[in-house]
T-cell receptor
Framework: GEDVEQSLFLSVREGDSSVINCTYTDSSSTYLYWYKQEPGAGLQLLTYIFSNMDMKQDQRLTVLLNKKDKHLSLRIADTQTGDSAIYFCAESRSPGGGNKLTFGTGTQLKVEL | EPEVTQTPSHQVTQMGQEVILRCVPISNHLYFYWYRQILGQKVEFLVSFYNNEISEKSEIFDDQFSVERPDGSNFTLKIRSTKLEDSAMYFC?????????????FGSGTQLSVL
């Protein structure tokens, strides 16, 4: 079945770049997503990438997709303390007929001053 | 900005009791979902719902679970006889079908504690 894996923790200094990595197993994934979860809050969609793309940039966020290696990364430029949260990678295979997502374990990002 | 709302934010119940978790999806969305996250584990898909019927469900969604859209705005998840292992954060989500990318929008979750 599908599986999505992430490292559990990442600590960076404020102002540095953060890179959160994700690997997935399902080669038929069509969309890959990054969600952010702040303490006590729900899952906020940050960005997504279609599987035929290899890069997408959205302000401070850059998503890189290596489809051959099934590796996805999220780079946050100029990381701020407000970026401290858990970041979830997710993949889907069924757009257009309901969208069942498979989530990774989540990466806890801690931004230090 | 429209959002998915869930009530209550916390629910404590005794084992064997029935609970109903409530959600108000985004008004023009037609697909509705429940996911759950047991503490320390991944967010897991439970069920998707479209056109007043279940479109897909996971192995977790057994006969103890049911979903309903009782009116034009609410979407509920009922657990008939709760077990200790049902303790989790339950997330409702909705999406607008037919878009190029059916982005899911999640609510803030209901933390269910079964004692």
């Amino acid at each position: 079945g599908e599986d999505v894996e992430q490292s559990l923790f990442l600590s960076v200094r404020e102002g540095d770049s953060s890179v959160i990595n994700c690997t997935y197993t399902d080669s038929s994934s069509t969309y890959l997503y990054w969600y952010k979860q702040e303490p006590g809050a729900g899952l906020q969609l940050l960005t997504y990438i279609f599987s035929n793309m290899d890069m997408k940039q959205d302000q401070r966020l850059t998503v890189l997709l290596n489809k051959k290696d099934k590796h996805l990364s999220l780079r946050i430029a100029d990381t701020q303390t407000g970026d401290s949260a858990i970041y979830f990678c997710a993949e889907s295979r069924s757009p257009g007929g309901g969208n069942k997502l498979t989530f990774g374990t989540g990466t806890q990002l801690k931004v230090e001053l | 900005e429209p959002e998915v709302t869930q009530t209550p934010s916390h629910q404590v119940t005794q084992m064997g009791q029935e609970v109903i978790l409530r959600c108000v999806p985004i008004s023009n969305h037609l697909y509705f979902y429940w996911y759950r996250q047991i503490l320390g584990q991944k967010v897991e898909f439970l069920v998707s719902f479209y056109n007043n019927e279940i479109s897909e469900k996971s192995e977790i969604f057994d006969d103890q679970f049911s979903v309903e859209r009782p009116d034009g705005s609410n979407f509920t998840l009922k657990i008939r006889s709760t077990k200790l292992e049902d303790s989790a954060m339950y997330f409702c989500a909705s999406s607008e079908p037919g878009a190029t990318n059916e982005k899911l929008f999640f609510g803030s979750g209901t933390q269910l504690s079964v004692l």
